[in-house]
């Protein structure tokens, strides 16, 4: 589910219909009667419920648009939020470009830790989470030998994120990397399911166990 007021622009829609409604209720309720404004008023909400559901639960299934290649080049987008410094993660990326001349980019959303900061699009501390835990894989793919750079998504949405990296970002596959399925908030919400419907590309899922790999335990 997304923010379906992600814009300056849709915030400044949102409140003149409001304020129109609003108005309408008041003009119905001082010409006709406080009971013909009250019904305006629950049919309003009504309407207005359903079209922020419907925003939310974002557009109809559709295909991806991907950029075109020019050169022979092996590229790969990778996804990842928390678990984007996982060592498993890095040895299927390993596993991916070995004895290839690839690029890689990697794309961490910034997603908010509560429904509050979502739909108040308060992201900063999110953004900053983000920027930290790429700059650690970039790190680490640097240190293995793969060439790799990165950016931080789009905080709504990690299917909207990976949709804007493919159209300037010629991948031949994408790889996304989660928690264990009892864990995984993306799983729960079908990010990898739906990645796999509207991309036309292969997607690759990794599951990376964060807290079997800090016990030592083999990724």
Do not use: Y
Request: one cysteine or more; hydrophobic letters at 50%.
């Amino acid at each position: 589910m997304h923010n379906p007021l992600r814009s300056e622009a849709e915030m400044f829609r949102f409140t003149m219909i409001i304020g129109g409604a609003l108005g309408a209720v008041i003009a119905l309720a001082l010409l006709v009667s406080s009971t013909a404004g009250a019904i305006l008023l629950a049919a309003e909400i009504g309407v207005g419920i359903g079209i922020l559901w419907r925003g939310s639960r974002g557009s109809l299934p559709h295909t991806a648009e991907v950029a075109r290649k020019g050169d022979d080049t092996f590229r790969v987008l990778v996804v990842a939020n928390q678990t984007v410094a996982g060592r498993a993660l890095l040895a299927e990326i390993q596993n991916r470009c070995k004895g290839r001349r690839s690029e890689i980019l990697v794309v961490v959303p910034a997603l908010t830790s509560s429904q509050l900061e979502h739909w108040t699009s308060d992201v900063d501390a999110a953004l900053d989470e983000a920027r930290g835990r790429l700059d650690a894989s970039l790190a680490a793919m640097a240190a293995a030998g793969i060439k790799a750079r990165g950016d931080v998504g789009d905080h709504h949405e990690p299917n909207a994120a990976i949709e804007d990296a493919l159209r300037v970002f010629a991948a031949d596959e994408v790889v996304i990397s989660t928690h264990p399925p009892h864990r995984s908030k993306w799983l729960e919400r079908g990010v990898v399911e739906r990645a796999r419907k509207e991309i036309p590309l292969p997607v690759t899922h990794v599951v990376v166990d964060l807290e079997a790999e800090a016990a030592g335990a083999p990724a």
